[in-house]
């Protein structure tokens, strides 16, 4: 079964306000968290990761906490834009290779 | 930019036929991911290829479900005797180490009738 999931499966936001999509996961030994955005008709972008010997880690826009006493990491976008419009996956790294993906949560913008 | 590339971008089948997908990563890569997603769901792993070595198969694939990667360079994915259970996006990905950051196709969208 899953090793991650997420908690809720849509969420809408305003444009111009902050979005946070949360996730959780199983393993307690899980030490590599990756979130993916996923617009209509593309496959799956890279947006940021993070290790377990991180609590937060922050890219352009985006920002990524982990919380490993309760097993959850959630991505929040600051200023939500339009273009942020999309599936966002969260997925772990569970071999050197193989990732296993939570099932999504569809982001809308509203205008 | 020359990013992962995925043939055909959609094909519609009937049943029992055949069908094959192709993967041209980006250049440099040296692994190469396969990975299926059906609708409203996350990308599931299907197999992964390290050069022209393919070092596993998901349980996912059954034998109807081959996929290699000859020279190390492009690879294939071919579905024999198609059931309605495969129609699924078949998405491609690429890297050149190992982390979590895949540079994923834009995939194939099968559909079996």
């Known amino acids: 079964g899953e090793s991650v999931g997420l908690h809720l499966p849509t969420l809408s936001v305003q444009e111009g306000d902050n979005s946070i999509i949360n996730c959780a996961y199983s393993?307690?030994?899980?030490?590599?968290f990756i979130w993916y955005k996923q617009e209509s008709g593309k496959g799956p972008q890279f947006i940021i990761d993070i290790r377990s010997n991180m609590d937060k880690r922050q890219g352009q826009r985006v920002t990524v906490l982990l919380n490993k006493t309760v097993k959850h990491l959630s991505l929040q976008i600051a200023a939500t834009q339009p273009g942020d419009s999309a599936v966002y996956f969260c997925?772990?790294?569970?071999?050197?290779?193989?990732?296993?993906f939570g099932a999504g949560t569809t982001v809308t913008v509203r205008a | 930019d020359t990013g992962v590339s995925q043939n055909p971008r959609h094909k519609i089948t009937k049943r029992g036929q055949n069908v094959t997908f192709r993967c041209d990563p980006i250049?440099?890569?040296?692994?190469l991911y396969w990975y299926r997603q059906t609708l409203g769901q996350g990308p599931e792993f299907l197999t992964y290829f390290q050069n022209e070595a393919q070092l596993e198969k998901s349980r996912l694939l059954s034998d109807r479900f081959s996929a290699e990667r000859p020279k190390g360079s492009f690879s294939t994915l071919e579905i024999q005797r198609t059931e309605q259970g495969d129609s699924a996006m078949y998405l491609c990905?690429?890297?050149?180490?190992?982390?979590?950051?895949?540079?994923f196709g834009e995939g194939s969208r099968l559909t079996v009738l």
């Open positions: 250049s440099e890569h040296n692994r």
């Open positions: 990905a690429s890297s050149l180490s190992p982390s979590g950051e895949l540079f």
């Open positions: 393993n307690s030994a899980s030490d590599y």
């Open positions: 997925a772990e790294l569970v071999s050197d290779y193989k990732l296993s």
